[in-house]
C-alpha cells in the first residue's frame, strides 16, 4: 500500500512517523514544494534574528527518514485524479497512490491591493518568504507590516531587531482585540509602542505603491497617509491552503472538508492540519485550528484512520502561546472578548493586573465554574489548568490551589497574595 502525504509539516510528519510505528511494510512518501525537510515553522523568526540556523529548526536529522523508510519527494502538487488515483506533481510528473493525505497548511491573506505583487512585498511563512525578506534586507531602512497577528507582532519584531524602521498598521483600535479582551489587547499595544514600532490603529491598506522598477517604496492606508517602506509584510491573517483540491471532486468550504474521522468526501483521501475544516453538525461553526499542537494532534488520528481505525478528532481544551516582544502569552479554553465584554449573562471574568502593566492573570468563568485563563507576563503550567478546565473547578477553589498551577513559584510568591486579593472577594 502507498500512503502518499501533500506536505512536510507538523501534520504530515507527525502522520509518516505515526505510519511506520503501526505499519511497517506500508510505503510511505511525503511531498513538499517547499523544503526537502521538516522544519519547525514557528521557529522562522529566530532564523532571521540570528538565534537559530535553519539546520537547528529541524527536529529530525536528515537520516531520520532513510532510517524510517519515508520517502522524501521535493516539488508542487499540481493536480489530484480521485478517480485514478494519481497526483501530478510540477505539471508533468505522475504519482500513483493507495490513500492520500492531504496537509497543505495555511496560505497568508492577500486582498487583493493594489500593488500586492511588486518585488518586496510578501506573506511571512515559507521559507521562501524568509529568503524574500533577506534579499531585502541589506541597506533596508524602513518596512511596514499591515495587519496586527500574531504573525505580523513577529515580523515587526524581526526586522525591529535589524533596526528596520517599522510601521504595524492595524485595522482594529487595538491590538488583536478580536482575540484578546480589551485590557490584554491595550497592554501588547504599550510594549509595541515601547519597543519603538510605529503603532498605527483604526487603519487599513489602501495601495502599495511601486518605484520605476516595480520595486515596493511606499504603502497609503485608509487616512491616506503615505508611509515609506522598502518591504512590505502581508500579515492580515491565514486561511487554509487548499489550491491542491480544484477540479479534484474532494469538496472544500474554507477548508478541506472533513469529518470528526478527518475523512474527505472521497475515499482513501483524508485531510488534516491548518488546512482542513472538520465539519460539526451539532455546533455552529465548522472547526478550522491553524496551531502547532493542534496539527500534531491531528496527524495522529489521521494516522490511524489511514490504516483502517475510526478514531475521532475532538478539539479538546483550547490553549496557544506566544510572545509579544518580551512578554508572554498564554491561553487556555475559553477566552473570547467578544462574549467577556458584551456581559452575554454567560461569561464573567475576574482580571488581576501587576502594577507594571506587565503582568496579568484572568480567570473566565461561567456561574462559578472555571472555562478559560488568559495569561500575560507569567506562565501556567498547561496539564494543571486543562484539568481544572476539564473538571469544572469553581472559581474558589482554583484561587485557592493557584500556586500548583504556577510554572515558576517566584512568581507565587510575590503575586499569590495580590492575586486572592483583587480576585478573591468577587468569586
Ligand atoms: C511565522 C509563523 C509562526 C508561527 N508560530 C506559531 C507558534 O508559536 N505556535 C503555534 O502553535 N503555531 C504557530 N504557527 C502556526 C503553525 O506553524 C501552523 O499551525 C503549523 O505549521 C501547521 O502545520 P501543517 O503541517 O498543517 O501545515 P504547514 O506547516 O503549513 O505545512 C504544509 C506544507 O505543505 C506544503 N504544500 C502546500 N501545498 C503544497 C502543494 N501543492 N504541493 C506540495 N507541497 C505543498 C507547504 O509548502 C508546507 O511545507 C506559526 C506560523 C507561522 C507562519
Redesign the pocket.
Known sequence: MHIAI???????VTAARNLRKRDPKARITI?????DHHWS??A??YVYMGHMTYQDTKPYEDRFWVKNRIDLVR???TSIDTEKKQLVLDGSRPMDWDKLLI????TPNRFGWPGQDLDGVSG???IQDLETLERRSPGLKSAAVVGGG??GI?LAEMLHSRGVHTTLLVRESAYWNGVLPNEEAEMVCQVIKAEGIDLRLNTELTEIVGDEHGSVCAVVDSNGDRIEAGFVGLTAGVRP?I??CADSGIETGRGVLVDRQLRTNVPDVFAA???AEIERHDEQRNLIQ????T?RRQGEVVAENLLGASTEYHGGIWF?S?KFFDLEYQVYGDVNPRSIHTLDGEHESLLWVHESGRQSLRIVHIGGRVVGFNLMGIRFRHRVCEAWIHEHKTVDYVLQHLREAAFDPEFTRWHGADILAAMGGAS
Request: glycine share 20%.
Open positions: 501533500i506536505g512536510n509539516g507538523i501534520t504530515g511531498i513538499s514544494g517547499e523544503s515553522r514557528p522562522l523568526m516539488g508542487w502538487v496537509a497543505t497548511g495555511s511571512m511563512y515559507s500574531l504573525i513577529e491552503n489550491q491542491v492540519g491548518d488546512c491553524a496551531v502547532w499542537y496539527g496557544n506566544a
